[in-house]
């Protein structure tokens, strides 16, 4: 079983930016694709971005081209997500996703097997 928590959520002005975390147990984590996804109420949860095993490739939703950047860290057990130039349309909950299936992770949420709680982002005009 794996556990992803996430952190780094919060509040932030537009404009501002955020460095997410998702912290990951309960399994060798290079053999893990990961992916970040949001989620407003009342919406369908989102693709932001998903990474391969190594890092070697990233993948992103058409929402975060150009402003997100997803990484990992396989010595810490963690994948990030730097988002920048928030504007208040990226305010969600931001979910991290955990998948041994696929080197390269997915935009389908279905592909993944193991989901963190979420951190709450909440961007200001």
């Known amino acids: 079983q794996v556990q992803l928590v996430e952190s780094g959520g919060g509040l932030v002005q537009a404009g501002g930016s955020l460095r997410l975390s998702c912290a990951a147990s309960g399994r060798t984590f290079s053999s893990l694709a990961m992916g970040w996804f949001r989620q407003v109420p009342g919406e369908e949860r989102e693709f932001v971005a998903a990474i391969t095993r190594s890092g070697g490739t990233a993948y992103y939703g058409s929402s975060a081209q150009g402003r997100f950047t997803i990484s990992r860290d396989n010595a810490k057990n963690t994948v990030y997500l730097q988002v920048m130039s928030l504007n208040p349309e990226d305010t969600a909950v931001y979910l991290c996703?955990?998948?041994?299936?696929?080197?390269?992770?997915?935009?389908?949420?279905?592909?993944?097997?193991?989901w963190g709680q979420g951190t709450q982002v909440t961007v200001s005009s």
């Open positions: 996703a955990a998948t041994p299936s696929y080197n390269s992770g997915s935009s389908d949420q279905n592909a993944y097997d193991y």
